[in-house]
């Protein structure tokens, strides 16, 4: 039913304008306004949608991942532009002073930071 449908993500933020400062600035996307809210147009024909909430609440959980060749480079961009790393230090995840965490399964390397709104974003090198 659904196979040749071009579905798309959507998430809700509690400033819209911080948000399109964030992703098309800080993060250099593709960024388009709409009387709804924003459009995200990332590389691969991606699409995400981003709408104003009254009452958000901030996720726990990643809601976008960009996949990238060198981690290290992205992170050393992403913070030059003022992103800021998060760091863990649980059992199953210990990242370094970069921010990363480097596992013996799944990506190779994977490292979290947060939008404006508190989404939790991640960079991730898969090989």
């Known amino acids: 039913m659904f196979r040749e449908v071009k579905a798309f993500s959507s998430f809700s933020v509690d400033d819209l304008q911080k948000a399109k400062q964030f992703y098309g600035q800080t993060l250099g996307l593709d960024v388009a306004e709409t009387p709804e809210g924003l459009v995200l147009r990332i590389a691969g024909g991606t699409v995400v949608f981003i709408y104003p909430s009254d009452d958000y609440t901030v996720p726990e ?56 709104a508190g989404h939790i974003l991640s960079v991730l090198q898969e090989k």
């Open 61 to 116: 959980h990643t809601v976008l991942n960009f996949p990238v060749d060198d981690i290290d480079r992205a992170i050393d961009e992403l913070t030059k532009r003022g992103v800021r790393m998060e760091h863990y230090n649980m059992p199953n995840i210990k990242t370094d002073e970069t921010g990363i965490f480097r596992g013996d399964s799944g990506p190779k390397a994977i490292a979290w930071f947060k939008d404006p």
